[in-house]
């Protein structure tokens, strides 16, 4: 009877092993697919933000899409303009990331900060509430748009 009782325990052993790993194993796949994501989201911005640098070298591309810049200016506008989107491309990355738990709280408050002092700069408020299209997380955008507003403005603007 012993016998049976230990081979009884061995067997459920077993069962709550396998359990347990499969349990570990569809925790893994969920966190592989967050980091995943991530990735995804960070490789399109970076390609966005190739089109934006594209344009900073060479102003006269904005004129590819009109609506890319409301008005455009001289080149030196139009390179301030793509500069800070490229910018905002970055914190963008950094703001995702901490919202799905890719990034600690306090590396984004450090970016946050950062980009308070920024967002205080004439060209940075300028690209900010212009209508020109900007294409960013919608809660992103937001989120800009209010830093803008609570931040004091430095200087004349660009």
Same mark, same amino acid.
């Given at each position: 009877?012993?016998?049976?009782?230990?081979?009884? $325990? @061995?067997? *459920? @052993?077993?069962?709550? *092993?396998?359990?347990?790993? $499969?349990?570990?194993?569809? /925790?893994?796949? &969920?966190?592989? %697919?967050?980091?995943?994501?991530?990735?995804?989201?960070?490789? $399109?911005?970076?390609? !966005?933000?190739? @089109?934006?640098?594209?344009?900073?070298?060479?102003?006269? $591309?904005?004129? /590819?899409?009109?609506?890319? /810049?409301?008005?455009? +200016? #001289? #080149?030196?506008?139009?390179? %301030?303009?793509?500069?800070?989107?490229? !910018?905002?491309? =970055?914190?963008?990355?950094?703001?995702? +990331?901490?919202?799905? +738990? !890719? =990034? #600690?709280?306090?590396?984004?408050?450090?970016?946050?900060?950062?980009?308070?002092?920024?967002?205080?700069?004439?060209s940075f408020r300028k690209m900010m509430t212009s209508a020109?299209? &900007?294409?960013?997380?919608?809660?992103?955008?937001?989120?800009?748009?209010e830093m803008v507003k609570t931040t004091t403005p430095r200087?004349?603007?660009?």
């Amino acid at each position: 009877m012993d016998f049976e009782l230990v081979k009884v $325990l @061995l067997q *459920a @052993l077993s069962s709550f *092993a396998i359990f347990g790993g $499969l349990i570990y194993t569809a /925790v893994q796949f &969920k966190k592989n %697919r967050e980091a995943q994501h991530f990735a995804n989201f960070a490789k $399109l911005v970076e390609l !966005q933000m190739h @089109l934006r640098e594209m344009r900073v070298t060479d102003p006269s $591309l904005a004129d /590819v899409y009109r609506h890319d /810049v409301e008005a455009a +200016g #001289p #080149p030196e506008e139009i390179r %301030r303009y793509f500069f800070n989107l490229m !910018q905002v491309a =970055v914190f963008e990355i950094v703001w995702y +990331g901490r919202s799905r +738990g !890719q =990034v #600690p709280q306090d590396y984004y408050q450090s970016w946050e900060r950062r980009m308070r002092e920024i967002a205080a700069e004439p060209s940075f408020r300028k690209m900010m509430t212009s209508a020109s299209m &900007k294409i960013m997380h919608d809660d992103f955008q937001r989120l800009m748009l209010e830093m803008v507003k609570t931040t004091t403005p430095r200087g004349p603007a660009a």
